[in-house]
């Protein structure tokens, strides 16, 4: 007599697959759910960029605007590189050398000092990076600034934002690793204005070898093709997902093993 195959959820181990593939389905939601989110974020980080690109080609083709009507505000992301013209004089007293920069191919440092603008408010000026060979150490003396009334054209920069101690000068060599305004100001007999100026020409000439920061590279980094990554992963996921459960039928389809030895004649 022919016996009817149980369906597979009445099979033993049956029930125990469809767990299996309950748990998988929901971890492998939850990733493609992850990476997709990712793939998101640097779409929206590849938007920022290009905006970014364009404020720089703006803002280096138009005439330079005056400090007091800029710095009258918080400097946001919107303003970075707009042309700023001042004038002033600057404080030798209290300068601050940051650590850790790069300028195009170049490592080293800036050196930030603050100036007494002709409007009465103070600004922190970064006068440019200076290079820092490979086994040498960070130079314990700055160059001085320019003495008496200086003009100065520079770029509109905002307040670096980071941890606390990235921002507070550390003694007795005051450096810091960010510059911001708000941390500095707390170390300055005087207040600052929000955000600070990088040179791009001072007048006077100042002596040293420090040179203007240059503006970030107008590129578009890997942002989309990471975003392309992450649909790939998600996507793959899913794939997976499904190879695995077709996998787990076919063997749960295939004849068991005829068991080794077969019964004794009488």
Request: a negative charge; glycine letters at 8%.
């Amino acid at each position: 007599m022919m016996l009817l195959s149980a369906p597979m959820g009445a099979q033993p181990g049956g029930r125990r697959l469809w767990l299996r593939w309950l748990a998988l389905a929901v971890f492998v939601v939850a990733l493609a759910i992850a990476f997709v989110n990712l793939g998101f974020w640097q779409l929206a980080r590849l938007d920022q960029r290009r905006a970014m690109n364009n404020s720089v080609v703006a803002h280096e083709n138009s005439t330079p605007v005056s400090f007091d009507s800029v710095f009258n505000r918080t400097i946001v992301e919107a303003d970075q590189w707009q042309r700023v013209s001042v004038q002033g004089s600057f404080d030798a007293e209290h300068q601050y050398l940051v650590r850790y920069r790069s300028n195009g191919e170049q490592s080293g440092y800036e050196v930030i000092t603050p100036l007494h603008t002709t409007t009465g408010a103070w600004v922190l000026v970064d006068r440019g990076f200076g290079v820092k060979p490979n086994d040498a150490d960070y130079p314990t003396t700055l160059p001085a600034p320019p003495s008496g009334q200086v003009s100065i054209t520079g770029y509109v920069r905002r307040d670096e934002q980071g941890s606390q101690d990235a921002m507070t000068p550390v003694q007795p060599s005051n450096t810091i690793r960010l510059v911001n305004s708000a941390a500095l100001a707390a170390t300055l007999p005087y207040p600052l204005v929000n955000g600070f100026i990088s040179v791009i020409e001072i007048t006077p000439a100042q002596q040293g070898e420090l040179v203007p920061v240059q503006p970030p590279a107008l590129t578009e980094g890997n942002h989309f093709s990471y975003a392309i990554q992450w649909f790939t992963f998600a996507g793959m996921a899913g794939v997976g997902l499904v190879v695995l459960i077709r996998s787990d039928l076919r063997a749960a389809r295939r004849p068991a093993a005829p068991q080794s030895g077969g019964e004794e004649e009488t």
